[in-house]
């Protein structure tokens, strides 16, 4: 069965600290896709990022990074001096490509507040 | 400009008296899947679709029905409706098969008393 686990209900830290999500992931499959998701108090879902199990690569994007490593099926998130504007709700996501169901399965996400 | 859209955005009923929320995109995807999402329980697939006229159970599909006559529209029905089934409910839209990300919609807040 497939499972994302993100065991950080919520996380406040105070603007410009740097802070960690933490994603963990399980999957049968050898081919598969994991995504970030951001929801602002807006409501609406941003995607942030998707990388697929054959790119261990980590990526940079800004004050957002991403540390995707198969030997401990995680793939956590990093934000580099934390703004107000980035308090929101983060969702991990994993997907099986090609999946008969097509299904994209959430974490519960975490909620992070950054205060000024 | 490509987008997926539902309306309504909120929306308060009473049990029993049926509902339709439609979502509607304009990229030509295959795939389109309705999602609801509750509060420490993340978000949650209630029905999906694979192209017109194919449309299979997520997780959670109790109570929801759907149909895709057209590419385009999605609708999620709910025949029913009982105060479990208030929720926040995102549409969301992709081509089939490659696993590009998931357009999704702005959300219908679900109020049902």
């Known amino acids: 069965a497939q499972k994302v686990t993100q065991a950080q209900t919520e996380i406040s830290v105070v603007e410009k600290e740097d802070v960690t999500l933490d994603c963990v992931y399980e999957?049968?499959?050898?081919?598969?896709?994991l995504f970030w998701y951001k929801q602002p108090p807006s409501g609406e879902l941003v995607f942030l990022i998707r990388?697929?199990?054959?790119?261990?690569q980590n990526e940079i994007s800004g004050r957002y990074s991403w540390n995707f490593q198969k030997s401990t099926s995680s793939f956590n998130f990093t934000i580099t001096a934390s703004q107000v504007v980035d308090s929101a709700v983060y969702f991990c996501?994993?997907?099986?490509?090609?999946?008969?169901?097509?299904?994209?399965?959430f974490g519960k996400g975490t909620k992070l507040s950054v205060k000024p | 400009e490509a987008q997926v859209t539902q309306n309504p955005r909120y929306l308060i009923t009473v049990t029993g008296k049926k509902l339709t929320v439609t979502c509607s995109q304009n990229?030509?995807?295959?795939?389109m899947s309705w999602y609801r999402q509750d509060p420490g329980l993340g978000l949650r697939q209630i029905y999906y679709?694979?192209?017109?006229?194919?449309?299979d159970k997520g997780d959670v599909p109790e109570g929801y029905k759907v149909s895709r006559k057209e590419k385009r529209n999605f609708p999620l029905i709910l025949e029913s409706p009982s105060p479990n089934q208030t929720s926040l409910y995102f549409c969301?839209?992709?081509?089939?098969?490659?696993?590009?990300?998931?357009?999704f919609g702005s959300g219908t807040q679900l109020s049902v008393l």
């Open positions: 990229m030509n995807h295959e795939y």
């Open positions: 679709s694979m192209n017109v006229e194919v449309t």
């Open positions: 999957t049968r499959d050898t081919t598969y896709y």
């Open positions: 996501a994993l997907s099986n490509y090609g999946g008969s169901q097509g299904n994209l399965i």
């Open positions: 990388r697929n199990s054959f790119d261990e």
């Open positions: 969301a839209s992709s081509f089939w098969g490659d696993n590009e990300k998931l357009f």
